[in-house]
């Protein structure tokens, strides 16, 4: 009977798999990275991947902190903040996070550029910034909630298959 849920549980792995790359949720770089866990290092894509939700969820409130600051005028750490999560998020594969990154910070040098001195054009740059923060946001937590779902499902796997290996938050 163990065996039966196991390879239940391994084909919605690979169907949740199959959708998070169908959706551009996830590339490549995701199956390279899995490909370096092996028995020495059973919990490394998620131990990888931890690290990226914790760094992450302090890039989000720092742009946000600097979005939010009335005299917002650092496009440079603005752009130092979304060069970082576009690096943490092609390494570890998460393609539609990394494309509104790349997204944000192309409106952001050409908006920068412009220098907008204007209060009008000032207001609408950073109601743009917002909206692609929301955009970014809103990515993440899809990111973050399907991973942790494949998570989910390869732990109770192990299980079932007899495999016992320490759970990570």
Do not use: T, W
Not at 138 to 154: A, P, T
């Amino acid at each position: 009977m163990l065996g039966l849920d196991a390879d239940r549980l391994r084909a919605d792995l690979n169907r949740l798999l199959a959708f998070l790359f169908h959706q551009g949720i996830l590339d490549e770089q995701y199956l390279q990275l899995q490909h370096l866990q092996d028995e020495s290092s059973p919990n490394f894509v998620s131990e990888v991947v931890n690290i990226y939700f914790h760094e992450s969820e302090k890039l989000l409130r720092n742009l946000r902190s600097l979005l939010m600051d009335r005299e917002f005028s650092d496009y440079d750490k603005m752009g130092i903040h979304l060069n970082q999560f576009i690096g943490s998020s092609s390494s570890i594969g998460a393609k539609r996070v990394r494309n509104v990154c790349v997204a944000f910070r192309a409106a952001s040098d050409q908006n920068n550029r412009a220098g907008y001195s204007i209060h009008m054009h000032a207001l609408y740059f950073l109601y743009g910034c917002l909206r692609a923060l929301e955009l970014l946001e809103h990515e993440y937590c899809i990111l973050k909630n399907k991973l942790h779902e494949l998570f989910q499902i390869e732990q109770q796997r192990l299980l079932a298959a007899g495999v016992r290996y320490p759970m990570l938050n």
